[in-house]
């Protein structure tokens, strides 16, 4: 009896907030002079309080239907409606399962690359999307905001990408000191590879500062700078007769050398200006905003396409990588503990901390969030990289969550780069990990130099697989520990790359969704100013036309918030 008043209970609430949902979209049309309908494309208008409303109704029609359908039907419906994110995962899921079969096989070398290279095919075809979708959704992005609120999201997307990054650092340093996974005897088993190298933090710095202006813009789609340390015979020198000089005959020397790998900071900060610019000047520059609207549909339309070919893909890199791997288990015996460590951190970051600041921000459900990222995260996860995951990430943001295209192509495209919370926990933990290892304890001083270069080196490491090996050097350099443990991590890091590059994605996701709440309001004044400007030009351009055609004169006015002005 008392199930059954439930029941009629949340019908009854059901039918009243279908009402008032309904009610609100009429009022909505009263006021806005515009008639919300409640249809699929209703959402694509960009208001985010609607979707709510409009997904609380959407789900009362579903569950309406659901009663006839048995759970079978129920889950086949869910498949075909989620055909590309069932085929990824499925990939992973194949991948993971033939990995395992093809190392009972011992496959050659060759026969390896062959089952890895569809998977390779998919990452070329991943990063040759890369520059021109960040140049063309940069500019295009750009020239439709107003310096002011490109400001505005800029300082969020800022705050945000710090706050985040630090908070990781810190849940990977509490991890790994709470589980203490590093134990000297592990050193004498695994083999260490490389001489130490030469880091500075300082030097760290300056060069993230100097790729932010680089000096060609050519060189800065293949290349980026590095101060590298250069072995050099000391000069001669003249001592006293009886005194001795015991150092080396060598000193090192800092010099600048440019390494492959896209300077994707320095295009940003390129893009950001020009964009910004071509939409002050208006109707002169229109035809070049044109130009990279158009170049960004077209490369949107061919992720389109390749994302139908990535479960393929991901399931032979996966396969590939798992075939590859020598002595698993010697490895995951001398290495599970830190595994665990870092793999406890990403959870607790990416379904705590992450979700509590979205839902304290926007007040929405971060698992409907997320499960309109996963597409993208099963991508990261297949791939390794966030930069190759990027045009999945603006589909999913824009597609799935209906997250403004103007916000996604700033938010996501810098924080690709420079937002890496999985990196920043993972190199938190590796680098106490390695303290641990060698037997060097840790004061409160060397944790606070843990959790800021951490930062950092996430800050400065390419969206590329394993980068974050690359960076570690400047974690360890500042702590005095051995550079040359890193390749003790080697083993692991096909793992624990993919899990922290989902992460990494997930951290830029959540940014966007959060930055376009705080800015929808701003957003949607711009558009209003537009359409206002578009309408005002319109009627005086047709009172004008009346009068006398001769005397319409155009001038410039910012393209993308006003159109012809008389
Ligand atoms: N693979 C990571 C990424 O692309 C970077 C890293 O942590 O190595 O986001």
Known sequence: MSSLGHQLQGTLSAVGRAVSVLKNSTQLGKDGGEQHTITPDATDMGSGEDDDKQEVFQSHVINMDTSTKTKVDLVLDWVRTNLLLTLTIGGVLVGVVIGFLGRLATFSDESIMLISFPGEILMRLLKMFILPLII???????????AQSSGRMGSIAL???????????????????????????????????????????????????????????????????????????????????????DSPGFILKPQLVYKDGTNVMGMIVFCLAFGLLAGQMGTKARLMVDF????????????????????????????????????????????????????????????????????????????????????????????????????????????????????????????????????????????????????????????????LTATLASVGAASIPSAALITMLLVLSALGLPTSDISLLFAVDWLLDRLRTSINVLGDAYGAGIVYHLTKDDLARMDADRVL???????????????TADSIVSRPTPAGSSETQI
């Open 159 to 245: 705050l945000y990408y710090i706050v985040t990054t630090i908070l990781a650092a810190i849940v990977g340093i509490f991890m790994v000191l709470v589980i203490h996974p590093g134990d000297p005897s592990i050193k004498t088993h695994v083999e260490g590879g490389s001489t130490d190298t030469k880091v500075s933090t300082l030097d760290a710095i300056l060069d993230i500062i100097r790729n932010l202006f680089p000096d060609n813009l050519m060189q800065a789609c293949f290349q980026q700078v590095q101060t590298s340390y250069k072995k050099v015979n000391k000069p001669l020198v003249f001592h006293e007769p009886n005194s001795s000089d």
């Open 292 to 451: 990279f609207v158009v170049l960004n549909d077209i490369v949107m339309k061919l992720v389109g396409v390749v994302m139908w070919y990535s479960p393929f893909g991901i399931l032979c890199l996966i396969a590939g990588k798992i075939m590859s791997i020598e002595n698993l288990a010697a490895t995951a015996q001398q290495l599970g503990l830190y595994m665990i460590t870092v793999i406890l951190g990403l959870l607790v970051h990416a379904l705590i901390t992450l979700p509590s600041i979205y839902y304290m921000f926007t007040r929405k459900n971060p698992a409907v969030f997320f499960q309109g990222m996963l597409q993208a995260w099963v991508t990261a996860l297949g791939t390794a990289s966030s930069a190759a995951t990027l045009p999945i990430t603006f589909r999913c943001l824009e597609e799935n969550n209906k997250i403004d295209s103007r916000v996604t192509r700033f938010v996501v495209a810098v924080g690709a780069t420079v937002n890496m919370d999985g990196t920043a926990l993972y190199e938190a933990v590796a680098a106490i990990f390695i303290a641990q290892m060698n037997g060097i304890p840790l004061g409160i001083g060397e944790v606070i130099t843990v959790s």
């Open 533 to 547: 400007d578009t309408v005002d030009s319109g009627l005086v351009a047709n009172v004008k036309t009346s009068e």
């Open 136 to 146: 063309s959704s940069l500019v295009a992005g750009m020239a439709q905001l107003d």
